[in-house]
């Protein structure tokens, strides 16, 4: 019976302190830019900000009517722009990104990516790999994602 009763004392104490306690906060940010209603459904964000850190989603560059465009440079200007509008759209510029991992079906498009990649850059450009990946999403030449650091 002593046992019993303290057993009780214990977990009510503990069960008292747990709701007691401060709730922390999650320092985690969404960021999802409107999508049509095709991919609303679709089981991911565009960007998570966490503190100061920002990690895109893997981005790809299809034209409005979710076609693949014809050219490369085309397609790299699309992508490119997607990430800008997302880091836009958490407070962040293109000069905050410090990773790019992009993901490119054929290697042959490395120098087209290049020629966009950098008139998206004012003066330093983030550390990145460019990997030979494969097919790619909707046929897609490019997938680009990265994280973000506020200055």
Not at 70 to 90: G, I, Q
Not at 102 to 119: G, K, L, Q
Request: net charge positive; charged share 25%; aromatic share 10%.
């Amino acid at each position: 019976m002593k046992f019993e009763r303290i057993l009780v004392v214990t977990l009510s104490l503990g069960l008292l302190a747990a709701w007691a306690a401060p709730q922390k906060k999650s320092n985690r940010r969404y960021i999802n830019h409107p999508r049509d209603t095709s991919r609303q459904t679709l089981p991911y964000s565009d960007a998570v900000l966490v503190g100061d850190t920002l990690y895109l989603a893997g981005k790809i560059g299809l034209t409005t009517d979710r076609k693949v465009p014809s050219t490369a440079e085309e397609e790299a200007k699309l992508v490119m722009d997607d990430v800008k509008k997302t880091l836009t759209e958490a407070g962040f510029s293109m000069e905050d990104l410090v990773s790019v991992q992009v993901f490119c079906s054929d290697p042959v498009h490395y120098e087209a990516f290049n020629s966009v990649y950098r008139t998206y850059f004012q003066k330093d450009f983030p550390a990145r790999a460019f990997i030979g990946s494969g097919k790619l999403l909707f046929n897609a030449r490019f997938e680009v994602q990265g994280i973000a650091a506020r200055r």
